[in-house]
């Protein structure tokens, strides 16, 4: 099992070393001036915007692949997803911060994904969601135990993706139906904090319910 999470481990990092390159590659190639400065969004060209979205849609694929070769049973594969998703996410942010000093600030805006529209918000948010996937996630693939989803807290932990799903993709939401150039004219404004933080809570709640009860229930 402690196999398992190192090596889950490992290709995360790798992966989001490799998603750092593009960003930086794509930031020196739409803001020449200052890749450190990201809004108003430049707009990318439809061929580098279908490859993004594309790419966006294969890297879930691929963090999905990999968390079904290593584990079987549906919590125990949904915990080795998480962890991957959030260590990638998390060191995608450290590989920027390493290679061109962003972010610069813990409130810095970022375009988080493009999947069904832009998700837009502080990378810190997206960072605590990441930490509590790698938190839950490790702790499930590292210790023995039979860990269940109930309705219950299935319901529990979907109204609280619900809600930070909604804080992410709020931002952007007014601004479809008007075309790309209002996108491309999009500053950072008042994050949903009230509703990002219920949902992260109701997250944990859940998460913490299936793995505290699984842990009784394995001693």
Same mark, same amino acid.
């Given at each position: 099992?402690?196999?398992?999470?190192? /090596?889950?481990?490992?290709?995360?990092?790798?992966?989001?070393?490799?998603?750092?390159?593009?960003?930086?590659?794509?930031?020196?190639?739409?803001? #020449?001036?200052?890749?450190?400065?990201?809004?108003?969004?430049?707009?990318?060209?439809?061929?580098?915007?279908?490859?993004?979205?594309?790419?966006?849609?294969?890297?879930?694929?691929?963090?999905?692949?990999?968390?079904?070769?290593?584990?079987?049973?549906?919590? *125990?594969?949904?915990?080795?997803?998480?962890?991957?998703?959030? %260590?990638?996410?998390?060191?995608?942010?450290?590989?920027?911060?390493?290679?061109?000093?962003?972010?610069?600030?813990?409130?810095?805006?970022?375009?988080?994904?493009?999947?069904?529209? !832009?998700? %837009?918000?502080?990378?810190?948010?997206?960072?605590?969601?990441?930490?509590?996937?790698?938190?839950?996630?490790? !702790?499930?693939?590292?210790?023995?135990?039979?860990?269940?989803?109930?309705?219950?807290?299935?319901?529990?932990?979907?109204?609280?993706?619900?809600?930070?799903?909604?804080?992410?993709?709020? #931002?952007?939401?007014?601004?479809?139906?008007?075309?790309?150039?209002?996108?491309?004219?999009? *500053?950072?404004?008042?994050?949903?904090?009230?509703?990002?933080?219920?949902?992260?809570?109701?997250?944990?709640?859940?998460?913490? /319910?299936?793995?505290?009860?699984?842990?009784?229930?394995?001693?």
């Amino acid at each position: 099992m402690k196999r398992n999470a190192v /090596w889950l481990a490992l290709f995360a990092v790798a992966m989001a070393l490799l998603e750092a390159a593009v960003v930086i590659y794509l930031r020196r190639l739409y803001y #020449p001036g200052d890749i450190l400065r990201i809004f108003p969004p430049r707009m990318l060209v439809r061929l580098d915007l279908v490859l993004e979205l594309a790419r966006e849609a294969a890297t879930l694929v691929m963090l999905l692949a990999v968390a079904v070769i290593a584990e079987r049973g549906f919590v *125990r594969v949904f915990a080795a997803f998480v962890y991957a998703f959030g %260590l990638w996410d998390i060191f995608y942010y450290i590989w920027l911060r390493v290679f061109i000093g962003w972010p610069v600030r813990w409130g810095e805006w970022d375009i988080l994904f493009l999947i069904p529209w !832009a998700w %837009l918000g502080p990378w810190l948010a997206a960072a605590l969601v990441a930490g509590l996937f790698v938190l839950w996630g490790g !702790a499930v693939l590292v210790r023995p135990g039979c860990y269940r989803v109930t309705p219950g807290r299935g319901a529990l932990f979907s109204a609280g993706t619900a809600l930070v799903l909604t804080s992410f993709l709020q #931002p952007a939401f007014s601004l479809l139906g008007l075309g790309m150039a209002a996108l491309a004219r999009y *500053r950072p404004g008042n994050f949903w904090w009230a509703v990002y933080v219920p949902g992260v809570v109701l997250m944990a709640t859940a998460l913490g /319910w299936v793995f505290f009860d699984g842990r009784r229930e394995g001693s």
